[in-house]
Structure formats: C-alpha cells, structure tokens
C-alpha cells in the first residue's frame, strides 16, 4: 500500500476550532500527518476537532495559544516537538473579522486585527522555521483573502493585514528557498461559513449570483488547496497566492 503524501509529518494549523481552519486540520490528518488543532481561547471546540481526527483513526494534540503573543507561540511550538519530534507544515490561518468604518476605527481595533494575522504570522514562522530547518524542510501557508485584492468598504484593517502578508510570504520564500521550505498564501472567496456577529453579514443574493460558478465555496476546497500547497505534489511552488474564489477575483 502507497502511505499517505503527509504520512510522517507534523502539521500545526492555527484558528482550527471551526470553519476554514477545522477543515485544513482534518484534511492534513486525512493526508497522514499528526496535527496541532489550535484555538485562541474556545477550548470545547479545539477538543472537538482534535476528537473528529482522532475517531478517524489519525493523531492530533489540541493547544489553547494566541498567535499574538510570542510566548504563547513559542510554547506551542516547543510542545508539538515534545510530542512529536518536530514541526513540518505551519499553516496560518487565524484571523479576526471586524467591518468598522474607517473614520470610527480606533488605533487599539487596527493593531488586534494586524497583531493576528500579520504578526501572528510571523510569530509562528520565527518559531518554527529552526524546526524545518533541521527536519530538511517544510512548508508554510498563510491564509489571506480576497478583500484587498478588491478593495472592500469598512475592513480597511483586514485588508492591511492580508496585504501585509502576502508581502511577507513573498520575502520568507526567497529567503527559506535554499532550505527547501516552501511558503505560499491561499485567498478564499466567499466561503460557506458560519460567521461571528462582529464578521458582519454572510454573502448572499447579488454578491453571490455574481461569482462566476454561482455559489459560495465550501470549507473543503479550501482545505484541498492547502493540502495541494503543504503535499509532494507543489514542491516546485514557493511565493505564490492561490486565489479560491470560483472566479470571483477574475470577474472583478
């Protein structure tokens, strides 16, 4: 029998309690890897997830970390070596959602959404990059998004942040080239999610009839595109952004 394309390896996928980031964790698991499911505080839901893989007959370790805070980063990072020897495949993906106008956004709503998805980021590949290093190589994804590709009213934040870190991909990837690590972005379109109050409303209607192959995509299509990024078969693609949109972006 040919063994999965992740079997061996160690994934950690940040925001993984729900939505987008639960279903990267259990594709990874589904692939073969041993996953880190980790949340920012909702315990409950990380435990679910870890508990999904683990009834599936795969290997997961649920950790509480903010991906804001280096030391918590650090942590989860040194904890996922304890228990498995070592760190292969990060993928960034959580994020906060905020739909603020710009003339009522404070500075203090501004630095939490970068603090997340831009910081967050670089917190996660400062702390497990040594660890690829040493295993001969890796991969790290960042979740971006459409928003800044298209220019979106009231998430001026989140479009910084998302730009940012396309930006900082970009430079991780010509860096960690030489040391056989890959580092890409995937940007999702209008996703079938559910959504926090603060996230605003879910596409619908007109937005949706609008997006070329007529629907929102679903969290698992998502997933395939990271699993596609972080397998054997994209060892050749470094520094690039997969836009998953159902032609969205290219009908703009």
Known sequence: MVDKPLSGKVAIVTGAGKNIGRA?????SEDGAAVVVNGRSDKAAIDRVAGEIRSA???????????????AVAGMVEQAVA????????????GLRRQTPFQD????EWREILSVALDGAFLLANAAVPHMVARGGGAFVG??????????????HVSA??????????GLAMELAPDNITVNAVAPGAIDTVRGA?????????????????????????AAAV?????????YITGQTMHVNGGLFLAK
């Open 143 to 156: 979740m971006s998004g459409l928003s800044h590709h298209v220019g979106t009213p009231n998430r001026a």
């Open 161 to 170: 942040s998302k730009a940012g870190l396309e930006g900082f991909i970009r």
């Open 227 to 235: 699993r596609f990024l972080v397998g054997p078969s994209a060892a």
């Open 83 to 94: 228990e498995f020897g070592g760190v292969d495949i990060v993928v960034s993906n959580a």
């Open 105 to 108: 956004m404070a500075y203090t």
């Open 24 to 28: 990267i964790a259990l594709g990874l």
């Open 57 to 71: 007959g795969g290997t997961a370790l649920p950790l509480l970390a903010d991906v804001s805070d280096e030391q």
């Open 198 to 222: 603060s996230a605003g409303a879910s596409p619908s209607g007109a937005l949706v009839a609008g997006i070329p192959l007529g629907r929102k995509g679903r969290t698992e299509e998502i």
